[in-house]
C-alpha cells in the first residue's frame, strides 16, 4: 500500500478548530491511519490486510501490549495559535518537529489571551498548581479580567511604540506577557502524540491546554479512529494500581492467586503504604491507610475523565 489516504482526515484538512478565545488548532497534513499501523505490524507476521475488525483488534492488541513501533509510522502535522503561557507547557514534549513565529523577525499582533469569567477562579486549597473549581463571583471575575486588559494594552502600546522608535524588534519584544499568542507548526508521530493527550487531558493538567488537548484528540480520531478508540480505552481511561493497591483491590473482590501479597512484599512496606503481610481475606480491615488509602479510592472514583 502505498500513500494512505483517510477520507475523514482529508475533509477536515486545513479547517480551523478554534480553542480559547483568539486560539486554534489546524491539521495540516497527515502521513498514514489506522490502515499504516496495521501494515507496519503485519510485516512483523508477513500477513495481508484484514477486515476492519481483524484490523482494529490487531491495534488494540499492539496498544493493550505497548508494542509501540507501529504507532510511530503514522505523523500528524498541525498549525497551533497558542497563548505563550500554554506554549512553554506544550514545548515540553521534545519528541515533536517545531517551527515557531519568530519575535526578532515578525511585528507580534496585538493578540492576548483574556479567560472567560467563568475560567476565573481562586488559587485551589487543596492543589498548590491549579485553581478552584468554582469561579469567582462574577464582579470580582470581571474586574480581575479588567486589570489583565488593562495590562496587555499597556504592554502592547509599549511595544508598538519601541517598535515605532527604531528598537530592535528582538528588544522591543521582551515585555510582552506570557498572554501574548504566538503560532507554531507541531508535528509528531502518533505514538508521541498519545503520550502527549495522555498527559495534557489529565484533570492534573492546565485548563488551557487540555482544550487544546481534547480538539487534537478529535483530529487524532479523525486520522486513526480505532488506535485513537483503543488509546482511549486502554490508556486514557486506564487506571493503574501499584502493587500495594493492587493486594486491596484483591482483598475487596475477595480474589487470591497471582499477585497476591506474600512475605516477599512486605518488605515493600512503608507507613501509609504498607504492603500486606498474609494473603487478602474479604472482610478484613483495609490493607492501605491514610493517604495512601485515599488515592485508591479516588482511582476508584474517577479514573481519568476528559
Ligand atoms: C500536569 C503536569 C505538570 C507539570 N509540572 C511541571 C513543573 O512544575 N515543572 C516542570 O519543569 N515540568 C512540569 N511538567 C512537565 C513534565 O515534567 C514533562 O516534561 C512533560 O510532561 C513532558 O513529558 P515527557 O518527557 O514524557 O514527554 P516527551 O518529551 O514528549 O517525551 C516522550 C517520551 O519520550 C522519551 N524521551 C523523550 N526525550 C528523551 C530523552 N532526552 N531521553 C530519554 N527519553 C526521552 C521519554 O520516555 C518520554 O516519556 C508537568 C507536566 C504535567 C503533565
Given at each position: 500500500m502505498a500513500h494512505c489516504v483517510v477520507p475523514e482526515a482529508e475533509a477536515i484538512l486545513d479547517r480551523e478548530f478554534?480553542?480559547?478565545d483568539k486560539g486554534f488548532?489546524?491539521?495540516?497534513?497527515?502521513?498514514?491511519?489506522d490502515a499504516r499501523i496495521v501494515q507496519a505490524a503485519r510485516v512483523s507476521y508477513g500477513e495481508g490486510t484484514k477486515s476492519y475488525r481483524e484490523d482494529a483488534?490487531?491495534?488494540?492488541?499492539?496498544?493493550?501490549h505497548e508494542h509501540t513501533s507501529p504507532f510511530?509510522?503514522?505523523?500528524?502535522?498541525?498549525?497551533?495559535?497558542?497563548?505563550?503561557?500554554?506554549?512553554?507547557?506544550?514545548?515540553?514534549?521534545?519528541?515533536?518537529?517545531?517551527?515557531?513565529?519568530?519575535?526578532?523577525?515578525?511585528i507580534m499582533k496585538d493578540e492576548f489571551y483574556l479567560p472567560a469569567d467563568a475560567d476565573v477562579a481562586a488559587q485551589s486549597e487543596d492543589n498548590k498548581q491549579g485553581r478552584a473549581e468554582e469561579p469567582m463571583e462574577a464582579a470580582e471575575a470581571a474586574k480581575i479580567r479588567?486589570?489583565?486588559d488593562k495590562g496587555q494594552r499597556a504592554a502592547y502600546e509599549d511595544y508598538s511604540s519601541l517598535v515605532e522608535e527604531g528598537l530592535a524588534r528582538e528588544l522591543a519584544r521582551i515585555n510582552l506577557p506570557l498572554s501574548l499568542y504566538t503560532e507554531w507548526y507541531w508535528q509528531i508521530d502518533l505514538h508521541n502524540l498519545f503520550r502527549f493527550l495522555s498527559l495534557r487531558l489529565d484533570p492534573?493538567?492546565?485548563?488551557?491546554?487540555?482544550?487544546?488537548?481534547?480538539?487534537?484528540?478529535?483530529?487524532?480520531?479523525a486520522v486513526a479512529p480505532a488506535a485513537t478508540e483503543s488509546f482511549e480505552r486502554n490508556i486514557l481511561h486506564g487506571v493503574r494500581f501499584n502493587g500495594a493497591e493492587m493486594a486491596e483491590l484483591k482483598r475487596r473482590l475477595g480474589v487470591a492467586g497471582k499477585g497476591a501479597p506474600t512475605e516477599a512484599t512486605a518488605g515493600m512496606a512503608k507507613?501509609?503504604?504498607?504492603?500486606?503481610?498474609?494473603?487478602?481475606?474479604q472482610?478484613?480491615?483495609?490493607?492501605?491507610?491514610?493517604?495512601?488509602?485515599?488515592?485508591?479510592?479516588?482511582?476508584?472514583?474517577s479514573g481519568k475523565q476528559i
Amino acid at each position: 500500500m502505498a500513500h494512505c489516504v483517510v477520507p475523514e482526515a482529508e475533509a477536515i484538512l486545513d479547517r480551523e478548530f478554534k480553542v480559547l478565545d483568539k486560539g486554534f488548532i489546524r491539521l495540516v497534513d497527515y502521513l498514514g491511519g489506522d490502515a499504516r499501523i496495521v501494515q507496519a505490524a503485519r510485516v512483523s507476521y508477513g500477513e495481508g490486510t484484514k477486515s476492519y475488525r481483524e484490523d482494529a483488534g490487531l491495534i488494540d492488541y499492539l496498544m493493550r501490549h505497548e508494542h509501540t513501533s507501529p504507532f510511530e509510522q503514522v505523523a500528524l502535522s498541525f498549525h497551533v495559535k497558542l497563548p505563550i503561557f500554554v506554549a512553554r507547557q506544550w514545548i515540553r514534549h521534545r519528541t515533536a518537529r517545531v517551527n515557531e513565529i519568530s519575535g526578532r523577525y515578525s511585528i507580534m499582533k496585538d493578540e492576548f489571551y483574556l479567560p472567560a469569567d467563568a475560567d476565573v477562579a481562586a488559587q485551589s486549597e487543596d492543589n498548590k498548581q491549579g485553581r478552584a473549581e468554582e469561579p469567582m463571583e462574577a464582579a470580582e471575575a470581571a474586574k480581575i479580567r479588567n486589570l489583565l486588559d488593562k495590562g496587555q494594552r499597556a504592554a502592547y502600546e509599549d511595544y508598538s511604540s519601541l517598535v515605532e522608535e527604531g528598537l530592535a524588534r528582538e528588544l522591543a519584544r521582551i515585555n510582552l506577557p506570557l498572554s501574548l499568542y504566538t503560532e507554531w507548526y507541531w508535528q509528531i508521530d502518533l505514538h508521541n502524540l498519545f503520550r502527549f493527550l495522555s498527559l495534557r487531558l489529565d484533570p492534573h493538567a492546565q485548563k488551557e491546554i487540555r482544550l487544546y488537548a481534547r480538539t487534537m484528540l478529535e483530529i487524532t480520531r479523525a486520522v486513526a479512529p480505532a488506535a485513537t478508540e483503543s488509546f482511549e480505552r486502554n490508556i486514557l481511561h486506564g487506571v493503574r494500581f501499584n502493587g500495594a493497591e493492587m493486594a486491596e483491590l484483591k482483598r475487596r473482590l475477595g480474589v487470591a492467586g497471582k499477585g497476591a501479597p506474600t512475605e516477599a512484599t512486605a518488605g515493600m512496606a512503608k507507613a501509609g503504604n504498607a504492603a500486606p503481610r498474609k494473603a487478602p481475606e474479604q472482610g478484613q480491615e483495609p490493607l492501605l491507610k491514610g493517604k495512601a488509602l485515599e488515592r485508591f479510592e479516588e482511582k476508584l472514583r474517577s479514573g481519568k475523565q476528559i
